[in-house]
């Protein structure tokens, strides 16, 4: 078992920034596949970026691409998501996820964070 704890959430205008950190314990040892993902108001959730045990490849939404950042640091089993240029329509709950493989879809990652709000004024 993994738990996923994020932090980092708060209420930025347009155009700040925010960074996420989601820190793992329990079954640290497994190289998990890091992912975020968030759920507007009234909407599914949705994929965000993903990031591989290495930290070499990464991958984004359209939405968040050139302006997110997924990152991790193994030694401390904590990943991150640095968000800029922040836009209203960022506004959502952000969920860390960890599983096997890289991929888009909440159905294959095995563990999840609560989740932290995130809102940004106009």
């Known amino acids: 078992q993994v738990q996923l704890v994020e932090s980092g959430g708060g209420l930025v205008q347009a155009g700040g920034s925010l960074r996420l950190s989601c820190a793992a314990s329990g079954r640290t040892g497994t190289k998990y596949v890091r992912a975020w993902f968030r759920q507007p108001p009234g909407k599914e959730r949705e994929f965000v970026a993903t990031i591989n045990w290495s930290g070499t490849t990464t991958s984004y939404a359209d939405s968040v691409k050139g302006r997110f950042t997924i990152s991790r640091d193994n030694t401390k089993n904590t990943a991150y998501l640095q968000m800029g240029s922040l836009k209203p329509e960022d506004t959502a709950i952000y969920y860390c996820?960890?599983?096997?493989?890289?991929?888009?879809?909440?159905?294959?990652?095995?563990?999840w964070g609560q989740g932290t709000q995130v809102t940004v004024s106009s």
């Open positions: 996820a960890a599983g096997p493989l890289p991929d888009t879809a909440t159905s294959k990652y095995d563990y």
